[in-house]
Protein backbone atom coordinates (compact mmCIF):
# COMPACT_ATOMS: atom_id res chain seq x y z
CA UNK A 1 0.00 0.00 0.00
CA UNK A 2 1.54 3.40 -1.16
CA UNK A 3 0.61 5.49 1.68
CA UNK A 4 0.87 9.81 1.09
CA UNK A 5 1.49 11.70 4.17
CA UNK A 6 1.08 15.77 3.59
CA UNK A 7 2.64 18.10 6.12
CA UNK A 8 5.15 15.76 7.59
CA UNK A 9 7.27 18.20 8.78
CA UNK A 10 4.92 18.99 11.08
CA UNK A 11 4.53 16.86 15.06
CA UNK A 12 2.20 14.37 13.65
CA UNK A 13 3.76 13.59 10.40
CA UNK A 14 7.33 13.86 12.08
CA UNK A 15 5.65 11.00 14.50
CA UNK A 16 4.51 9.38 11.34
CA UNK A 17 7.74 9.54 9.94
CA UNK A 18 9.64 7.65 12.44
CA UNK A 19 7.13 4.84 12.99
CA UNK A 20 7.46 4.10 9.26
CA UNK A 21 10.37 1.57 9.73
CA UNK A 22 7.86 -0.92 12.28
CA UNK A 23 5.21 -1.05 9.01
CA UNK A 24 7.12 -2.66 6.21
CA UNK A 25 3.95 -3.33 4.37
CA UNK A 26 3.15 0.35 3.53
CA UNK A 27 5.75 2.65 1.11
CA UNK A 28 5.64 5.64 2.50
CA UNK A 29 5.76 8.95 0.83
CA UNK A 30 6.18 11.94 2.89
CA UNK A 31 5.86 15.41 1.72
CA UNK A 32 5.48 18.95 3.23
CA UNK A 33 4.85 22.37 0.92
CA UNK A 34 8.44 22.53 -0.50
CA UNK A 35 7.75 18.41 -2.12
CA UNK A 36 4.04 19.08 -2.85
CA UNK A 37 1.98 22.21 -2.23
CA UNK A 38 -1.90 20.75 -0.88
CA UNK A 39 -3.58 24.06 -2.44
CA UNK A 40 -2.31 23.19 -6.25
CA UNK A 41 -5.13 21.00 -7.55
CA UNK A 42 -3.44 19.77 -10.74
CA UNK A 43 -0.27 18.81 -8.97
CA UNK A 44 -1.85 17.07 -6.03
CA UNK A 45 -4.12 14.65 -8.63
CA UNK A 46 -0.94 14.41 -10.74
CA UNK A 47 1.29 12.73 -7.22
CA UNK A 48 -1.72 10.65 -6.42
CA UNK A 49 -1.93 9.54 -9.97
CA UNK A 50 1.54 8.70 -10.60
CA UNK A 51 2.31 7.28 -7.74
CA UNK A 52 -0.49 4.81 -7.02
CA UNK A 53 -1.45 6.69 -3.51
CA UNK A 54 -4.14 4.01 -1.95
CA UNK A 55 -4.14 6.09 1.35
CA UNK A 56 -3.67 9.76 2.10
CA UNK A 57 -3.16 11.40 5.68
CA UNK A 58 -3.45 14.65 5.71
CA UNK A 59 -1.54 16.33 8.30
CA UNK A 60 -1.39 19.73 6.76
CA UNK A 61 -3.01 22.61 8.25
CA UNK A 62 -2.30 26.07 9.82
CA UNK A 63 -2.11 25.92 13.38
CA UNK A 64 -0.90 29.11 14.79
CA UNK A 65 -4.54 29.67 16.99
CA UNK A 66 -3.53 32.93 17.36
CA UNK A 67 -2.18 34.22 14.32
CA UNK A 68 -5.02 33.02 12.92
CA UNK A 69 -7.20 35.69 13.97
CA UNK A 70 -5.36 38.08 11.72
CA UNK A 71 -4.42 35.76 8.92
CA UNK A 72 -7.78 34.51 8.00
CA UNK A 73 -7.26 34.18 4.38
CA UNK A 74 -4.23 31.87 4.87
CA UNK A 75 -5.65 29.52 7.47
CA UNK A 76 -8.83 28.90 5.16
CA UNK A 77 -6.69 28.66 2.38
CA UNK A 78 -4.55 25.83 4.25
CA UNK A 79 -7.28 24.43 6.11
CA UNK A 80 -10.68 24.57 4.01
CA UNK A 81 -9.63 25.15 0.68
CA UNK A 82 -6.77 22.57 1.03
CA UNK A 83 -8.71 20.10 2.14
CA UNK A 84 -11.24 20.31 -0.50
CA UNK A 85 -8.47 19.83 -2.83
CA UNK A 86 -7.02 16.68 -1.43
CA UNK A 87 -10.48 15.13 -0.71
CA UNK A 88 -11.71 15.84 -4.80
CA UNK A 89 -8.42 14.15 -5.44
CA UNK A 90 -8.87 11.46 -3.35
CA UNK A 91 -12.15 11.06 -4.66
CA UNK A 92 -11.13 10.63 -8.06
CA UNK A 93 -8.33 8.33 -7.79
CA UNK A 94 -10.71 6.25 -5.23
CA UNK A 95 -7.84 7.02 -1.79
CA UNK A 96 -8.64 6.58 1.18
CA UNK A 97 -8.58 9.93 2.97
CA UNK A 98 -7.73 10.45 6.75
CA UNK A 99 -8.10 14.20 7.53
CA UNK A 100 -6.96 15.50 10.82
CA UNK A 101 -8.86 17.80 12.75
CA UNK A 102 -9.31 19.44 16.13
CA UNK A 103 -10.98 20.32 19.72
CA UNK A 104 -11.53 23.65 18.65
CA UNK A 105 -14.58 22.43 16.79
CA UNK A 106 -16.82 22.70 19.91
CA UNK A 107 -17.13 25.93 22.02
CA UNK A 108 -15.67 24.46 25.66
CA UNK A 109 -18.84 24.96 27.20
CA UNK A 110 -20.02 20.94 27.55
CA UNK A 111 -19.40 19.71 31.41
CA UNK A 112 -19.32 16.27 29.87
CA UNK A 113 -16.73 14.43 27.48
CA UNK A 114 -17.99 15.56 23.27
CA UNK A 115 -18.73 12.84 20.94
CA UNK A 116 -18.15 13.24 17.70
CA UNK A 117 -22.05 13.60 17.10
CA UNK A 118 -22.66 16.47 18.98
CA UNK A 119 -23.15 20.32 17.51
CA UNK A 120 -20.17 22.00 16.42
CA UNK A 121 -19.66 26.10 17.15
CA UNK A 122 -15.97 26.98 17.09
CA UNK A 123 -14.92 30.52 18.62
CA UNK A 124 -12.10 31.09 16.77
CA UNK A 125 -11.04 31.46 13.13
CA UNK A 126 -9.05 28.51 13.55
CA UNK A 127 -11.89 26.20 14.88
CA UNK A 128 -14.23 27.69 11.98
CA UNK A 129 -11.82 27.02 9.17
CA UNK A 130 -10.71 23.45 10.13
CA UNK A 131 -14.56 22.76 10.54
CA UNK A 132 -14.98 24.14 7.09
CA UNK A 133 -12.66 21.48 6.09
CA UNK A 134 -14.57 18.86 7.91
CA UNK A 135 -17.07 19.80 5.76
CA UNK A 136 -15.55 19.84 2.41
CA UNK A 137 -13.82 16.75 3.14
CA UNK A 138 -17.08 14.98 3.82
CA UNK A 139 -18.90 16.59 0.80
CA UNK A 140 -16.14 15.98 -1.50
CA UNK A 141 -14.74 12.26 -0.44
CA UNK A 142 -15.39 9.26 -1.63
CA UNK A 143 -13.96 7.27 1.30
CA UNK A 144 -12.62 9.20 4.18
CA UNK A 145 -12.39 9.16 7.80
CA UNK A 146 -11.81 12.46 10.14
CA UNK A 147 -9.75 12.02 13.34
CA UNK A 148 -10.40 15.29 15.87
CA UNK A 149 -7.18 15.45 18.56
CA UNK A 150 -6.65 18.03 21.17
CA UNK A 151 -3.08 19.53 22.92
CA UNK A 152 -1.04 17.49 20.43
CA UNK A 153 2.89 17.54 21.78
CA UNK A 154 5.86 15.27 20.63
CA UNK A 155 9.46 15.25 20.35
CA UNK A 156 9.41 17.23 17.62
CA UNK A 157 8.08 20.72 16.66
CA UNK A 158 6.85 23.15 18.86
CA UNK A 159 4.61 22.35 21.50
CA UNK A 160 3.46 22.95 25.34
CA UNK A 161 5.67 20.49 26.85
CA UNK A 162 8.93 22.49 24.88
CA UNK A 163 7.96 25.41 25.99
CA UNK A 164 7.80 24.65 29.87
CA UNK A 165 10.95 23.15 29.94
CA UNK A 166 12.64 25.54 27.59
CA UNK A 167 11.45 27.99 30.63
CA UNK A 168 12.26 26.07 33.31
CA UNK A 169 15.88 26.61 31.94
CA UNK A 170 15.60 30.73 33.02
CA UNK A 171 12.32 31.15 35.34
CA UNK A 172 11.92 29.37 38.41
CA UNK A 173 8.40 30.43 38.97
CA UNK A 174 5.66 29.86 35.95
CA UNK A 175 1.76 30.70 35.54
CA UNK A 176 -0.38 28.58 33.90
CA UNK A 177 -4.18 28.43 33.77
CA UNK A 178 -5.95 25.56 35.64
CA UNK A 179 -9.58 26.86 34.29
CA UNK A 180 -8.98 25.31 30.97
CA UNK A 181 -9.06 21.44 30.46
CA UNK A 182 -8.99 18.79 28.08
CA UNK A 183 -6.75 15.78 27.71
CA UNK A 184 -2.80 15.95 26.31
CA UNK A 185 -2.18 13.58 23.09
CA UNK A 186 1.04 11.90 22.21
CA UNK A 187 1.19 12.71 18.48
CA UNK A 188 3.20 9.29 18.12
CA UNK A 189 0.15 7.40 19.74
CA UNK A 190 -2.11 9.59 17.13
CA UNK A 191 0.33 8.22 14.26
CA UNK A 192 0.57 4.69 15.80
CA UNK A 193 -3.28 4.54 15.82
CA UNK A 194 -3.63 5.72 12.42
CA UNK A 195 -1.30 3.23 11.05
CA UNK A 196 -3.02 0.00 12.82
CA UNK A 197 -6.51 1.27 11.99
CA UNK A 198 -5.50 1.87 7.87
CA UNK A 199 -6.11 -1.45 6.83
CA UNK A 200 -9.31 -1.70 9.54
CA UNK A 201 -11.44 1.24 7.79
CA UNK A 202 -14.45 0.24 6.04
CA UNK A 203 -14.75 0.28 1.81
CA UNK A 204 -18.02 2.81 1.97
CA UNK A 205 -17.43 4.68 4.44
CA UNK A 206 -17.49 8.75 3.97
CA UNK A 207 -16.82 11.31 6.20
CA UNK A 208 -17.15 9.49 9.46
CA UNK A 209 -15.86 11.22 12.47
CA UNK A 210 -13.21 10.23 15.32
CA UNK A 211 -12.26 11.53 18.36
CA UNK A 212 -9.00 11.00 19.40
CA UNK A 213 -6.63 11.72 22.66
CA UNK A 214 -4.70 10.01 25.61
CA UNK A 215 -7.16 8.66 28.48
CA UNK A 216 -7.66 10.94 31.20
CA UNK A 217 -8.09 14.58 32.13
CA UNK A 218 -5.83 17.08 33.07
CA UNK A 219 -5.75 21.54 32.77
CA UNK A 220 -2.54 23.10 31.38
CA UNK A 221 -1.61 23.64 35.42
CA UNK A 222 -1.45 19.82 35.70
CA UNK A 223 0.11 19.04 32.22
CA UNK A 224 2.47 21.34 33.27
CA UNK A 225 2.88 20.25 37.04
CA UNK A 226 3.47 16.39 35.78
CA UNK A 227 6.41 17.68 33.17
CA UNK A 228 8.31 19.41 35.64
CA UNK A 229 7.77 16.82 38.10
CA UNK A 230 8.75 13.77 35.50
CA UNK A 231 11.73 15.19 34.80
CA UNK A 232 12.67 16.16 38.30
CA UNK A 233 13.11 19.77 37.72
CA UNK A 234 13.10 22.83 40.07
CA UNK A 235 10.66 25.46 39.02
CA UNK A 236 7.37 26.28 40.60
CA UNK A 237 3.95 26.06 39.13
CA UNK A 238 1.50 28.78 40.07
CA UNK A 239 -2.40 27.67 38.77
CA UNK A 240 -4.10 31.30 37.52
CA UNK A 241 -7.19 32.12 35.42
CA UNK A 242 -6.61 32.31 31.69
CA UNK A 243 -8.23 36.02 31.89
CA UNK A 244 -4.21 36.73 33.05
CA UNK A 245 -3.10 36.25 29.71
CA UNK A 246 -4.06 38.28 26.96
CA UNK A 247 -4.70 36.00 23.54
CA UNK A 248 -6.10 37.22 20.07
CA UNK A 249 -8.37 33.74 19.92
CA UNK A 250 -10.24 32.07 22.98
CA UNK A 251 -9.09 29.12 23.99
CA UNK A 252 -11.51 26.39 24.78
CA UNK A 253 -12.24 25.85 28.39
CA UNK A 254 -13.62 22.20 28.45
CA UNK A 255 -12.24 20.31 25.13
CA UNK A 256 -12.23 16.18 26.63
CA UNK A 257 -12.69 14.40 23.88
CA UNK A 258 -14.71 10.77 24.49
CA UNK A 259 -12.78 8.34 22.50
CA UNK A 260 -15.59 5.05 22.61
CA UNK A 261 -16.26 5.02 19.32
CA UNK A 262 -12.88 4.69 18.14
CA UNK A 263 -12.21 2.47 20.82
CA UNK A 264 -15.08 0.40 19.84
CA UNK A 265 -14.73 -0.10 15.87
CA UNK A 266 -11.32 -0.58 15.56
CA UNK A 267 -10.35 -2.29 18.88
CA UNK A 268 -7.66 0.58 19.69
CA UNK A 269 -6.01 0.55 23.10
CA UNK A 270 -5.71 4.43 24.19
CA UNK A 271 -2.85 4.81 27.07
CA UNK A 272 -3.35 7.05 29.99
CA UNK A 273 -1.86 10.73 29.55
CA UNK A 274 1.00 10.81 32.14
CA UNK A 275 2.07 7.09 31.23
CA UNK A 276 2.72 8.63 27.45
CA UNK A 277 3.77 12.18 28.58
CA UNK A 278 6.44 9.96 30.69
CA UNK A 279 7.87 8.21 27.34
CA UNK A 280 7.89 11.18 26.10
CA UNK A 281 10.24 12.92 27.99
CA UNK A 282 12.51 9.94 28.36
CA UNK A 283 13.64 11.01 24.61
CA UNK A 284 13.73 14.73 25.08
Not at 39 to 46: N, S, T, Y
Amino acid sequence: MNILVTGSNGQLGSELKDLSVDFPQYRFHFTDIAELDICDAEKVLKYLKTHKIAALINCAAYTQVDKAEDEKPRAALLNSTGARILAEACAQTDTLMVHISTDYVFDGKNSKPYTESENTSPKTIYGKTKLDGEVEVMFNSKRAIIIRTSWLYSTHGHNFVKTILNKCTTESELKVVFDQVGCPTYARDLAMCILEILPKVPSKVRGEIYNFSNEGVASWYDFARAIIEIKGLECKVMPVLSTEFKQNALRPHFSVLNKCKIKKEFGVKIPYWRDSLTNCLSKM
